[in-house]
């Protein structure tokens, strides 16, 4: 905790300065798995900041530093024989990203968005000041900041609830035979109280599967455990579809606990597909073997963004009622043909709030006693290439956002955002948050808009300008300058040498 204290008075400090010359600074991670271009300017660094401090047993706790990794927090409390409610899937994710941005995951139908399995929070204020904040301590900015990417102050602490982990998941494939299907039995599942995971993919209208897995630790005997992390291990989705294929009964198989958690890691879900296809490179078994080291999502993500092809990449998620969630698909099916799509159920957090918010569903608060259940939503995830025209890929982002509002939901902010001002603050409490910035002297940091729009004027002067993003037009130029970044961020040692395989007892 000593060395957290000076860290911190070092960052409050350097904040402060920043502060007294009214010049605005961007926070520096040393990671990040947005899909937003990064913004120059001031930094302020906290990538030192990366270390679980102590997990509490007795009251099921973590203390950890905001740039902590999910697979190292998941060892770490593995260890005590704990693990988070929420964890998000992607390993290199942090618990300061899941906390300031939007994290849903297939435990969030139970447990709600990341931040709502966070006790409290030490924040660094745009003055410099040190605070805290909980559910009854500056409770409206402990709300607020969830979600709000870091523009109402720098989270520098998090205090983390924890639940008793178990040995393995129950992992259940049930196939679906058309979209309908399959969100009315997502919905079922969620209402299944043994069930601790819950989520769906669509591979094709006409056949889907609904994932659902429930924490264990009896195992028979003569059942093998199923991996995903090992370079020869099948890709998760690919291995969910070829056993639901040409089935109509459930397939149930045994998976330890980590293994389930970052079961999407190689391959970053279906995206890294995409590579291949755009290397025009074999696709198999074989080739995924060879190539597994480039095939994580941490190497993912520093290539999709060096390479310049996330201006080209479809990278949206987005929440909405059950009502309306097949209408939406069947939209994004004429308008971008992408397949597969992540279906994730989740519990809503109350407005105001940066997170999607809908209507929620007639049918389950009807269900709830005094309505008093969390109204429910379903996140589609859209990920796969689009337009290659600029004005085109705009366009088509544009035009996804204004029939993702006549469906009535809501998108993640993590992504592309080309919202008009006066447009997105029409579906956020802009008085309500406006209010939190004054109160906690944060006005000269860049507003959410400000911060998760893309400037569509600035880009196209930029391409124009700019010789390293001309060259990096051309194929296969910028996805090679990809992979030699993504070799030099040091990530690529990271996906090679993650412990929570074997922590997790997985390793072969």
């Given at each position: 905790m000593e060395r957290h204290r000076k860290a911190v008075s070092i960052i409050a400090s350097t904040v402060r300065q920043f502060f007294e010359r009214n010049e605005a600074f961007r926070i520096a991670h040393g990671s990040s798995n947005t899909t937003r271009p990064s913004k120059k300017g001031h930094t302020v660094d906290i990538s030192q900041l990366k270390n679980v401090l102590r997990v509490d047993t007795d009251n099921r706790t973590a203390l950890v530093e905001?740039?902590?990794?999910?697979?190292?927090?998941?060892?770490?409390?593995?260890?005590?024989g704990l693990v988070p409610p929420v964890v998000m899937e992607f390993p290199g994710i942090t618990?300061?990203?899941?906390?300031?941005?939007?994290?849903?995951?297939?435990?969030?139908?139970?447990?709600?968005?990341?931040?709502?399995t966070v006790n409290s929070v030490e924040m660094v204020l745009a003055n410099g000041d040190v605070i805290n904040a909980s559910?009854?301590?500056?409770?409206?900015l402990f709300t607020g900041a969830a979600g709000a990417v870091g523009t109402l102050g720098?989270?520098?602490?998090?205090e983390l609830q924890l639940i008793k982990a178990k040995k393995y998941v129950k992992a259940t494939y049930s196939p679906t035979g058309s979209v309908r299907e399959t969100v009315q039995s997502i919905f079922k599942e969620t209402l299944n109280p043994t069930n601790d995971y819950v989520d769906g993919i669509l591979f094709s209208k006409d056949h889907g599967a609904v994932i659902t897995?429930?924490?264990?630790?009896?195992?028979?005997?003569s059942l093998q455990v199923q991996t995903f992390s090992h370079p020869f291990d099948p890709w998760f989705y690919l291995h969910v579809q070829n056993k639901t294929q040409r089935q109509t009964e459930p397939v149930t198989e045994f998976i330890p606990l980590a293994e389930y958690l970052f079961r999407y890691d190689r391959g970053g879900f279906w995206v890294g597909a995409s590579a291949f296809s755009y290397f025009r490179f074999p696709f198999n078994r074989y080739t995924r073997w060879f190539l597994d080291d480039?095939?994580?999502?941490?190497?993912?993500?520093?290539?999709?963004?060096?390479?310049?092809?996330?201006?080209?990449?479809?990278?949206?998620?987005?929440?909405l009622p059950y009502s309306t969630a097949e209408g939406f698909i069947d939209y994004t099916s004429s308008a971008f043909g992408i397949w597969p799509l992540w279906l994730c159920p989740l519990q809503q957090t109350p407005p105001p709030t940066f997170h999607p918010h809908t209507g929620g569903e007639t049918a389950a608060a009807a269900a709830a006693p005094n309505g008093a259940a969390p109204r429910p939503m379903l996140n589609v995830g859209l990920w796969g290439f689009g337009p290659a025209e600029p004005d085109a890929f705009v366009a088509a982002n544009r035009a996804l956002e204004r029939r993702l509002r006549d469906f009535g939901g809501m998108k993640w902010l993590y992504a592309h955002t080309y919202y008009a001002e006066d447009e997105f603050w029409r579906q956020y409490d802009r008085g309500w948050y406006e209010g939190l910035r004054r109160k906690y002297h944060a006005t000269t940091l860049p507003s959410v808009h400000q911060k998760v729009r893309i400037d569509v004027e600035a880009d196209r002067r930029e391409r124009a300008e700019s010789w390293g993003r001309w060259a990096r037009s051309f194929w296969p130029v910028g996805g090679l300058w990809g992979i030699k970044k993504a070799i030099a961020s040091g990530d690529y040692l990271l996906a090679r040498n993650s412990t929570w395989k074997w922590k997790s007892g997985s390793g072969k």
């Open positions: 905001p740039n902590v990794p999910m697979d190292r927090l998941v060892e770490s409390t593995l260890k005590h618990a300061g990203g899941g906390y300031a941005g939007t994290a849903g995951e297939s435990s969030s139908f139970k447990y709600g968005f990341f931040d709502r559910r009854s301590q500056n409770a409206d720098i989270t520098t602490l998090l897995g429930q924490m264990t630790d009896d195992k028979p005997e480039f095939l994580h999502t941490r190497m993912l993500y520093q290539a999709l963004h060096a390479s310049g092809e996330s201006s080209r990449y479809i990278v949206q998620d987005m929440a």
